[in-house]
């Protein structure tokens, strides 16, 4: 049985190594954050093109914010105790919620997050601020008469609403994801009172213009 003694550090070998690591993960975390603010940058005006319905200038700004979700995501690869971090999440957030809500407007299928490439929490409040951020896109069909978009619309952010509120786990798990649902909540509830009103506007048009048609065949 070998009686030798371990080679002991002195302490500033193991400071200087500590130094070394903590070197790389504060350049690593320099570059990620750089990066993160670029994804929410581009989701931002992603958004922004989505609501002017410059829908291939979207798509075009979406690709580029999914490549630096991916390329955060490979700086951090080595660092995993910064991959969670709250820069990190609120960039994957928005990007999620660029994608998800040019699928909603254009009634395509929402990508999975496995698709998308970002963590659980990230995807489903990046839902539930997509389903927020709709409401703006019902009020512009409202304002172009286009109620048929406006109730597909409506019902899709419905659907997203209904599935987030059966996630009955801690924040510290979810993200704060209670707090994004009853924010929706409260946007679904305004929304759905704006197409009512809109409709019932429209029947009482309807029923004025007919009785004024039977005014005028009766004379």
């Given at each position: ?74 700086v ?49 409040n ?22 048929a ?47 009512t ?23």
């Amino acid at each position: 049985m070998s009686n030798e003694v371990p080679h002991c550090h002195s302490l500033e070998e193991i400071a200087n190594s500590i130094r070394a690591q903590m070197e790389l993960s504060n350049s690593a975390r320099e570059e990620a954050l750089k990066i993160c603010r670029e994804v929410i940058q581009l989701s931002s005006r992603t958004i922004r093109a989505i609501h002017r319905e410059e829908m291939t200038n979207a798509q075009t700004l979406l690709a580029e914010a999914k490549s630096r979700v991916e390329r955060a995501k490979s700086v951090l690869k080595e660092h995993p105790d910064l991959l969670h971090a709250g820069y990190v999440h609120d960039s994957q957030k928005e990007y999620v919620e660029a994608e998800a809500m040019l699928a909603i407007v254009t009634g395509q299928p929402i990508p999975s997050p496995e698709v998308m490439g970002v963590e659980p929490a990230a995807y489903l409040n990046g839902l539930a601020e997509a389903a927020s951020e709709s409401r703006r896109h019902v009020l512009d069909r409202l304002r172009l008469d286009d109620i048929a978009q406006a109730e597909r619309v409506l019902k899709r952010m419905d659907d997203i609403y209904y599935e987030l509120v059966t996630f009955d786990f801690p924040d510290a798990i979810t993200g704060g994801l209670r707090r994004t649902t009853d924010a929706l909540r409260a946007v679904l509830e305004r929304t759905r009172a704006d197409l009512t009103l809109t409709l019932s506007q429209k029947r009482l048009q309807s029923s004025l213009q007919s009785a004024l048609e039977r005014l005028s065949g009766s004379e």
